[in-house]
């Protein structure tokens, strides 16, 4: 009996977003992941009605990994569907549920139960921000028009992301944090429209205007240089792989050959930028929980002002983004630095354990491919026992690595911010793969059945 049993007659009432019963082609699923993305940036330009101009963007540091739009019905962004899938990891992590994620009856259970998660979350974020006063309305009027247009937007995020899961390519988390990053990065690049001074805002073309005038100055074009160096950076970490050499048995149905060789690649950055997300949004609800103590006047986690916090744990597990930092608050960016990484570290493990990559599951599905290792007797413990000396090992470091480039990235002010510019890369080349492979199959129904797709 599932941990989750007493919640099934609320998955009754959840409306769901049916899979495909046919096999769906490449166009079919570019087409659904373009429809999407098109409605997503549509959703970003709808305004929220009574919002007043003073309203402060408490989340603007990590805004790029929320993938939501400040001032827009998007304004939450996938931050309730992150934080639904935090609680989620940790209770299953902890053995407090009882999921055996390899059972599609406790896998249906488990996503359903973030679903209902991510809607009571979302009820969660959107109070706080508009009671506490982060979202400042026009009138005390648009207080409950203000929260009803964040909780819609919220939900439609939440389907979205289903609807791209299911008929699309990738998720629509991971595409909406590409998109809002790629966004970013374009307008701070090449936006035209003069800033305050007159100069344009654009990186770009702000500098080749301050070559005319002669005040040009080199450590301006550090953020676009910081963004180059974190995408090369990124592109050799996804290129890294563990290959493990394995040979294939006589597998039913396959036609291969026993005795043939080949290699089973383990990638460096296993546990994918998972890690990096969680953590994201873990500092954004700790910033909302600051700012919820404030109000009800137990400021224990740090004061916020003007939607930035100035003190206490709130203020150390802020991100830092400008090497100014080192030298005038170092203590900020190594508290900041370690808490990061550390909990990098924690999700890479625990994404690794409930998604069913850690080596346990990798071992049982490959052993029942019947694949081997060479000068090794074909058993399912002997593929735990070689797996076990990398797989766990790959995932601590990738989550080190992940958060190391994330927290130098956004310390340097990468545009689109670093934690972003490190997803999107991860994303687009997760999704070109997928792709890519998508392409092949449809071209090749032959290749396809040899798989058994």
Request: hydrophobic share 50%; net charge positive; proline share 4%.
């Amino acid at each position: 009996m599932s941990s989750l049993d007493f919640l099934e007659p609320l998955f009754k009432f959840l409306p769901e977003v049916k899979a495909p019963v046919h096999r769906q082609d490449f166009n079919e699923k570019l087409k659904w992941t373009a429809v999407i993305l098109v409605l997503y940036f549509c959703l970003t330009q709808i305004p929220l009605y009574g919002l007043s101009n003073a309203a402060v963007d408490q989340f603007a540091q990590l805004r790029a990994v929320m993938a939501g739009s400040f001032g827009s019905i998007l304004t939450l962004g996938i931050g309730p569907i992150v934080t639904a899938s935090i609680v989620l990891q940790l209770l299953v992590g902890s053995k407090l549920l009882d999921l055996d994620l390899s059972s599609h009856k406790d896998k249906a259970a488990f996503q359903a139960t973030q679903k209902i998660l991510s809607v009571v979350f979302t009820i969660f974020e959107a109070g706080v921000l508009v009671l506490t006063g982060s979202l400042v309305p026009i009138g005390p009027e648009y207080l409950g028009i203000l929260f009803f247009q964040l909780v819609i937007g919220a939900i439609l995020v939440i389907y979205l992301d289903e609807v791209v899961s299911k008929w699309g390519f990738g998720s629509g988390i991971g595409l909406f944090i590409a998109a809002g990053v790629c966004e970013a990065i374009i307008i701070g690049t090449f936006n035209f429209l003069p800033r305050a001074d007159g100069a344009c805002a654009g990186i770009i073309l702000h500098f080749i205007q301050s070559i005319f005038t002669g005040t040009w100055k080199i450590y301006r074009l550090v953020p676009l240089i910081a963004t180059f160096i974190v995408f090369l950076v990124v592109l050799y970490g996804e290129s890294m792989r563990v290959e493990i050499p394995i040979s294939h048995g006589s597998v039913r149905g396959h036609g291969r050959v026993r005795g043939s060789v080949g290699k089973y690649p383990l990638k460096f950055v296993y546990a994918s930028n998972m890690p990096v997300i969680l953590t994201s949004a873990l500092l954004v609800n700790v910033s909302l929980l600051a700012t919820v103590f404030q109000k009800v006047g137990i400021p224990i986690l740090g004061e916020v002002v003007n939607g930035k916090a100035v003190s206490g744990i709130a203020y150390y597990l802020s991100t830092p983004n400008n090497p100014i930092y080192l030298v005038t608050d170092p203590l900020h960016v190594i508290i900041y630095a370690i808490f990061f990484i550390f909990c990098c570290m924690g999700f890479s493990y625990l994404w690794v354990e409930i998604s069913g990559l850690n080596a346990k599951k990798i071992s049982e599905q490959l052993y029942n491919s019947g694949i081997q290792i060479p000068g090794f007797r074909s058993s399912k413990r002997q593929l735990y026992k070689i797996l076990k000396k990398y797989i766990p090992a790959l995932t601590i470091l990738s989550g080190v690595y992940v958060g190391l480039i994330a927290f130098g990235a956004d310390l340097t002010g990468a545009l689109g911010g670093g934690t972003g510019v490190l997803l999107t890369v991860g994303i687009i080349h997760k999704l070109y793969e997928e792709m890519a492979e998508e392409q092949l199959m449809s071209a090749n129904p032959v290749l396809r059945k040899f798989l058994g797709e």
